[in-house]
Nanobody, 128 residues
Framework: QVQVVESGGGSVRAGGSLRLSCTAS????????MGWFRQAPGKGREGVSC????????YYADSVKDRFTISRDIGKNTVYLNMRALTPEDTAMYYC?????????????????????WGKGTQVTVSS
């Protein structure tokens, strides 16, 4: 069974930084997309960022552009989300997910509908 496990969440003050990690089990297809999503209390899911297999192409939500950076280590089946200049509006449960390469590439990926395997999430809390 495919497992996706996030880590690195925590509580920080506004302006601080965090680095999230997500590792997918080796039972996934050889090549796959990875993405980060978040959900704040009382709000719907929001696509944060996604990255292709080689790590050459990325998408970011406008709300995090220029503050968050996604990267991946193919050999470790791991994707990272470096977050800086955090604000209380970034407080949410952050989820990692994988999508098959057949899903294609485009900003539609941030909708999350193409992602098949999801982790249980890691909480990020930013205080003012």
């Amino acid at each position: 069974q495919v497992q996706v496990v996030e880590s690195g969440g925590g509580s920080v003050r506004a302006g601080g930084s965090l680095r999230l990690s997500c590792t997918a089990s080796a039972r996934l297809p050889a090549r796959f997309l990875m993405g980060w999503f978040r959900q704040a209390p009382g709000k719907g899911r929001e696509g944060v960022s996604c990255i292709d297999w080689e790590g050459d192409r990325t998408y970011y939500a406008d709300s995090v552009k220029d503050r968050f950076t996604i990267s991946r280590d193919i050999g470790k089946n791991t994707v990272y989300l470096n977050m800086r200049a955090l604000t209380p509006e970034d407080t949410a449960m952050y989820y990692c997910a994988t999508a098959p390469m057949e899903a294609g590439w485009g900003p539609f990926l941030l909708d999350g509908e193409e992602f098949e395997y999801w982790g249980k999430g890691t909480q990020v809390t930013v205080s003012s």
